[in-house]
Each structure stands twice: as C-alpha cells, then as structure tokens.
C-alpha cells in the first residue's frame, strides 16, 4: 500500500481544498455518484477502442473518489450511508473498468486478455470482500500489496501506456491478476495472525434470557390472591 506520508500528504492536500468549497451546494454523496458517472465514461471510451482518453478520464475519476471523503470530513457529514455508498460505488466503478478491459481485448483478437480480466476482477473483489468480512467480525484486516489506490493507479499506467506500448495494458492487467489474488491471501494470513495471538473480534451483545419470577410461597391455611397477568404481545 502507498506509504503512510504520501497518504498523510494526499489528505492534506484535499482537506484543504474541501475545506474552501464545504460552502458550496454540493453533498459528500453528490461526489461519489458523480465520479461513478465519469468512471463510466471512461469505460465507454474504452470499450470504444479510445485507451488513452479513457486513461485520462479514469484518472480524473479518481480525483471525486479523494474528494468525497475529505468533504464528508471537512463538513463534518461522515455518516454511516456515505461509507456504505462509497464502497459500493467503487465496486461498481472496478466492475464497468474491468468489463470495458475485456471488451477491448475482445474487439482487438487477444484471447488470454479477457481470461485475464476475469481473474483480475475476481481477486479485486476478493480482497474488499475480506476485508469487509473480517472488519463485520471485530477484526483490524488493513495492509495488503495491492488496495484500491493501487489497483485504480495501475490500471491507469497500462490505458496510458497503450500508445506507446500496445502491450503495456496486457502486462498490467497480468499483474492485476496475479496480485490481487495475493494481496487477498495476505489479508486472509493478517486475520489469521490476528486469531492465532487471542485478539478477539468484537462480537455483538446479545439480551440475556428473561426468567420468570419465582412462585410465591404460600403458607398453611393463606389463600393468595390470583391476579391476571398483562396479555401476551404478539398475539
């Protein structure tokens, strides 16, 4: 994953720049649908046999993906449903890429190209599934070798290298391949390490079972008044 200054360096830089623009009519949400919007046209661009536009789009998608967290943060409007909506926009987002990529590989001959696309969309998924799973569990499942920055900044390399060197995007999406596949792996071996050292996940609490109150102790020759109980709910 990118180091921690470069992340901490990224941050800054959009904090800033959200922190002018928290006064303008636009929600946190409103960047997330609207950087899925472009993400799209980027796809189309490249199944339309346009790579290096499509790249450049990509790339400015990208930017709406930074800026949405870092205007929920400057606003102070982070809430549960702009994180649930993040994630599955960028679900989304990978999957028209990745389903554009085949289409190009298709329309160009390259056999093993959409065999590729399929591993590599399967491993992406794969490593936010983990650690969506594990984080559900009480778990702490971050690190990886290849996130979502990483994944969206090599597939952008390979649709910009497409001029230079057509088979640049093959070995990329190669490497998408390979290494999304690992990085899940590897997330898999952090929760396991996790298990194996007795930190355990946080689990939700559950009610415990109501018992009934104990009967009352009626003495020789006292008679106990009986009195109706409130009607069962529910019916």
Do not use: C, H, M
């Given at each position: 994953m990118f180091t921690t200054r470069f992340q901490a360096w990224v941050r800054r830089l959009a904090m800033r720049a959200m922190a002018r623009a928290q006064r303008l009519p636009i929600t946190p949400n409103q960047l997330t649908i609207t950087g899925l919007a472009i993400t799209c046209l980027a796809a189309a661009l490249v199944a339309l046999d346009h790579p290096f536009t499509g790249g450049l789009v990509l790339l400015f998608a990208g930017?709406?993906?930074?800026?949405?967290?870092?205007?929920a943060r400057a606003s102070n409007r982070s809430y549960p449903y702009g994180a649930f909506l993040d994630s599955t926009t960028d679900r989304m987002s990978e999957g028209v890429i990745m389903i554009s990529?085949?289409?190009y590989f298709e329309r160009r001959g390259i056999a093993?190209?959409?065999?590729?696309?399929?591993?590599?969309?399967?491993?992406?998924?794969?490593?936010?599934?983990?650690?969506?799973r594990a984080q559900s569990l009480g778990f702490t499942c971050e690190g990886g070798l290849l996130a979502r920055p990483e994944r969206v900044l090599l597939t952008v390399l390979g649709l910009l290298l497409t001029p230079i060197h057509p088979g640049g995007l093959l070995a990329v999406v190669a490497i998408l391949a390979v290494?999304?596949?690992?990085?899940?792996?590897?997330?898999?071996?952090i929760v396991w390490r996790q298990s194996r050292a007795g930190i355990e996940p946080q689990r939700p609490q559950t009610q415990p079972e109501r018992t009934p109150p104990p009967e009352p102790v009626r003495s020789?020759?006292?008679?106990?008044?009986?009195r109706p109980g409130p009607e069962p709910a529910g019916g």
């Open positions: 930017v709406f993906d930074i800026f949405d967290g870092a205007l990529l085949a289409v093993v190209g959409p065999v590729l696309v399929v591993l590599a969309t399967a491993g992406s998924y794969l490593v936010s599934y983990v650690r969506a290494f999304t596949n690992f990085t899940a792996i590897q997330r898999v071996w020789k020759g006292e008679e106990i008044e009986v």
